[in-house]
């Protein structure tokens, strides 16, 4: 089925330009953006209005609602979802054996999993997380449930069953049973994904982080990669305690190791990486992996802030990730707010009792625009989808933002606010209640 959106069109082509179009967005029966036709010129408005009576759906937005490409979240904890908002009291090794893995380890029951699944990915679609890159817990039926259940409510997603084995790193009661078991489970769920049939499905190797994995598990894991293909994602450098472990166990910096396994890829995504030293950048960066940015998990877990415009700087590819549920915001326009804010706070440092010059890292903010980019057409760039842009070729990934609903957040003021004030009030202030339409591959999935 057709489908023509017609509308403002507001989007980051690049993290330092933002475009603004009266538009009109022609989707082909496949899902993919057949054209974009722009109002403000007699043949824009023309073509427009003939692909508005063509289509077999027409959606006209109203004046002060916003068409905005959806939202890619490049890092979220599927099974943490149940703790979201609590629990961030402890160090990062402490959280994850009181809090983390007793959870996860619940998924070995499949009507439970079942039952938080079909809560989970609604709500994300509903806050415009249209493509979601999540771990699972290390059950194969709990993660081809929750594959099945991103299939069913219509959300593009990267699903991967977490490998774990390692006897000091894991509790006995959550874990691989061994290297070769954790390997061959990997490979099962990645056959079990592909099986779920949906094209905007797929599979991702997952081997949760070093200290979680020995090295016969991050070895076989490796050659996983390389023999399917498959894109990979774990942690990487994430705190102090984390790069301090990979020093003292390989003698190496957490990225090094991971890549000697195999594991920093094309498509990789290493969630955090604050600690990446600019040596670590440039190996990230050749390698074709990227980031996933989580600035709120961050500020609980990492004990740094993630320079984005030097990681950028060095080439390498950058998103955002909301790490549910480390991250106690599900919603990707709260994490650009969350970005943009820390990135302010390494620029201008936290410690008075340094002086000024000395306080912080120069050059390092990011605006609203950037932010957007990140969640947007950055993170799509990273897993390699052809999402993240409204543009022809794409998938027509997107939601539609009101910006006059009774009791929100968001004003627009005539005289004040310009197109550039109205799109980071939209990126700042919008919530799930002010998203209208959400949209994956041309169908309607607003629950």
């Known amino acids: 089925m057709t489908l023509a959106v017609a509308g403002t069109l507001m989007q980051t082509p690049a993290p330092d330009r933002l475009t603004v179009m009266d538009a009109v ?23 427009g209005r003939a692909a508005l009576d063509s289509a077999d759906e027409r959606v006209d937005l109203a004046e002060g609602t ?79 449930a929750l594959a099945r259940a991103c299939a069913r409510h219509g959300q593009r997603a990267l699903v991967g069953r977490v490998a774990m084995d390692h006897p000091v790193g894991t509790p006995e009661w959550y874990r691989d049973a061994t290297a070769s078991a954790g390997v061959e489970a990997s490979a099962a769920s990645i056959e079990a994904v592909t099986a779920v ?4 499905v797929e599979p991702i190797i997952t081997p949760r982080f070093t200290p979680a994995c020995t090295d016969a598990l991050l070895e076989g894991l490796g050659e996983l990669a390389a023999a399917t293909g498959v894109r990979v994602q774990t942690h990487c450098a994430e705190s102090d305690w984390h790069c301090d472990y990979a020093l003292d166990r390989f003698g190496v910096s957490d990225s090094t190791a991971l890549n000697r396994f195999g594991l920093v890829r094309p498509r990789t995504v290493l969630a955090h990486s604050d600690h990446l030293t600019p040596e670590e950048a440039v190996l990230v960066a050749g390698r074709g992996a990227g980031v996933a940015h989580c600035p709120l998990s961050n500020a609980y877990f990492a004990n740094a802030v993630f320079g984005v415009r030097q990681a950028l700087a060095a080439g390498v590819g950058v998103g955002l990730g909301s790490d549910i549920a480390g991250g106690a915001r599900p919603g990707l326009l709260g994490v650009c707010q969350d970005a943009v804010t820390v990135s302010r706070m390494l620029e201008d440092g936290v410690d008075p009792a340094l ?17 957007f980019w990140l969640a947007t057409a950055g993170g799509a ?36 606010d310009d197109e550039a004030r109205a799109f980071e009030k939209v990126v700042r202030l919008a919530t799930a209640d002010d998203i209208s339409h959400v949209w994956v591959d041309g169908s309607s999935v607003k629950p």
């Not at 493509?131 to 699972?136: D, H, N, Q």
Request: aromatic residues 8%.
């Open 66 to 144: 916003f068409l905005i490409p959806g939202l890619v979240d490049l890092h979220i904890h599927a099974p943490q979802w149940p703790q979201l908002g609590t629990g961030l009291d402890l160090p990062l090794e402490r959280w994850l054996f009181d809090y983390t893995f007793p959870l996860e380890a619940r998924y070995a029951d499949a009507g439970f999993a079942a039952t938080v699944w079909d809560d989970l990915v609604p709500s994300l679609l509903a806050m415009g997380t249209t493509t979601a890159v999540y771990f699972s817990s290390n059950h194969l039926e709990a993660t081809t």
């Open 25 to 47: 967005v022609e989707v082909d029966d496949a899902g993919r953006v057949a054209a974009v036709h722009d109002q403000s010129t007699s043949e824009g408005a023309a073509s």
């Open 355 to 371: 002086g000024a010059t000395d306080r912080g890292v120069p050059e390092s903010r990011i605006d609203t625009m950037t932010a």
């Open 197 to 200: 049939g949906s094209p905007r």
């Open 381 to 416: 760039a990273v897993v390699d989808l052809p999402v993240g842009l409204i543009e022809p070729g794409r998938c027509f990934d997107a939601m539609a933002v009101r910006t006059d609903r009774p009791g929100g957040a968001i004003r627009l003021w005539d005289g004040i």
